[in-house]
């Protein structure tokens, strides 16, 4: 699971004696809610079908796959589909690529998710040979659902806006930038990125 609200608050805390930037906007915004997604494939599925597309036509997707397959979408009924029964749920023939991927190392035993890497980079390698899955997502899947402390989707824009925000820079940081910027937060990155969409969503802007 991810990363507690106690998790979250004591991160910050520390943040903020680091960075003082931290408690003024913790002042204005308050502390974030958590973000947690169950471990394992329901999650990693999400996250194809959710590529590129709003959270309401996601979840729309979503709906109409578990009301085909059953709850959570098991790997073996989805691979069991063809391609029109499918695309009439919603997935494009690249997400039906993805999704097939996924399920088929899901039921072969090529991606044991009880079985991650303990160095972060290693376990984002690992889930990346999923077709479909890159850096970003596996970034997102061993923050929300593996509760990793010190994952920092660096690339994300919403990061690098709430990094840009945070700090007050005259320009939102690179993806580069942004990396460099978060090496002093480490160990507690993965609450400083739960932090800076938190601020981006209320639209805090340091002076």
Same mark, same amino acid.
């Given at each position: ?61 979503? %709906? %109409? ?29 690249? %997400? ?108 805090? %802007?340091?002076?």
């Amino acid at each position: 699971m991810g990363l507690s609200a106690k998790q979250i608050e004591q991160s910050l805390t520390h943040l903020a004696s680091v960075e003082p930037r931290f408690a003024d906007a913790v002042a204005f915004a308050g502390y974030p809610e958590p973000r947690i997604r169950p471990r394992g494939y329901q999650t990693l599925l999400r996250t194809i079908v959710g590529q590129q597309v709003s959270v309401a036509a996601a979840a729309s997707v979503w %709906k %109409k796959l578990e009301a085909l397959l059953g709850e959570n979408c098991p790997a073996e009924k989805l691979i069991a589909q063809d391609f029109d029964t499918l695309r009439a749920c919603g997935l494009s023939r690249q %997400k039906q690529g993805y999704a097939r991927s996924l399920a088929e190392l899901i039921l072969s035993g090529g991606l044991p998710l009880d079985a991650l890497p303990d160095d972060d980079e290693e376990a984002i390698a690992y889930l990346t040979r999923v077709r479909g899955i890159g850096r970003w997502s596996a970034e997102i899947y061993l923050l929300f659902a593996e509760g990793r402390s010190d994952i920092w989707p660096a690339g994300d824009l919403a990061v690098q806006e709430g990094v840009g925000r945070l700090l007050a820079l005259p320009a939102r940081p690179s993806e580069k930038e942004t990396r460099a910027i978060a090496d002093d937060w480490r160990p507690h990155r993965g609450a400083a990125a739960i932090f800076t969409w938190h601020i981006y969503a209320k639209d805090f %802007k340091a002076i």
